[in-house]
Nanobody, 125 residues
Framework: QVQLVESGGGSVQAGGSLRLSCAAS????????MGWFRQAPGKEREGVAA???????IYADSVKDRFTISRDNAKNTLYLQMNSLKPEDAAMYYC???????????????????WGQGTLVTVSS
């Protein structure tokens, strides 16, 4: 069982930056694939980035070269550094844990069993 709590959302102007954090508790976090997902009003949930237990990462094309996912296993914390934010990045952001794998992560939300409550990001133009 893993509990996830996101923080760091807020309002920012286009071009600005935010860093999201996800505090994990419970057993197994360090060995799982971890991901960030987002959902804007009226849109489907979208995978943003994922990181495996060794730090290898994957990104959605829409955020490559702007967002960076990282994890600090000593602090049981997952991060998402978001730079050069655009209005289309505005969404509720969720962190999630895929307890079935620790490597070869995917950005398919259906694979992730544990989810946080989300943190809201708004971007003004």
């Amino acid at each position: 069982q893993v509990q996830l709590v996101e923080s760091g959302g807020g309002s920012v102007q286009a071009g600005g930056s935010l860093r999201l954090s996800c505090a994990a508790s419970g057993y197994g976090y360090r060995s799982y694939c971890m991901g960030w997902f987002r959902q804007a009003p009226g849109k489907e949930r979208e995978g943003v980035a994922a990181i495996d237990r060794d730090g290898d990462t994957i990104y959605a094309d829409s955020v490559k070269d702007r967002f960076t996912i990282s994890r600090d296993n000593a602090k049981n914390t997952l991060y998402l550094q978001m730079n050069s934010l655009k209005p289309e990045d505005a969404a509720m952001y969720y962190c999630a844990a895929d307890s079935t794998r620790g490597s070869w992560c995917y950005l398919a939300g259906t694979l992730y069993k544990y989810w946080g409550q989300g943190t809201l990001v708004t971007v003004s133009s």
